[in-house]
C-alpha cells in the first residue's frame, strides 16, 4: 500500500502535464498548471521532502498561475477595439 501511493501520483503527475502541454487557451493552461504543481507538491511529500512540497505549492500552485492570469487580464484589456480606436484618435465623442 505504502508504495502505491507515489506510484499513482506519478503516473497523475505524467498525465496532468501532459494535459498542461496540450491545453491551447492560456488562461486554462493556467489552471491546469495549477493542478499539476499541487500533484507534484503531493508526490513531494510522498517522497518525504515536506520543505521543496510547501515551495511547491507557494511557486507553483499559487504564485505562477497568479501571474499567468493577471497578464493574461491585463492583455485583454490593453487590446480592446475600444482603446485600439482610442490610440489612434478614431473615436468618436
Do not use: K
Not at 6 to 34: C, D, F, H, K, W
Not at 39 to 54: C, E, G, K, R
Request: proline share 5%; net charge positive.
Amino acid at each position: 500500500m505504502n508504495a502505491a501511493v507515489p506510484a499513482i501520483l506519478l503516473v497523475l503527475a505524467m498525465m496532468s502535464s501532459a494535459a498542461v502541454v496540450l491545453t491551447r487557451e492560456p488562461g486554462n493552461q493556467a489552471i491546469v498548471y495549477s493542478a499539476y504543481g499541487l500533484i507534484l507538491a503531493l508526490l513531494m511529500v510522498a517522497f518525504a521532502a515536506p520543505d521543496v512540497a510547501l515551495s511547491q505549492l507557494g511557486v507553483g500552485v499559487a504564485l505562477v498561475p497568479l501571474v499567468v492570469m493577471l497578464t493574461i487580464a491585463r492583455c485583454r484589456r490593453e487590446t480592446s477595439p475600444q482603446r485600439r480606436r482610442r490610440r489612434r484618435g478614431t473615436e468618436e465623442g
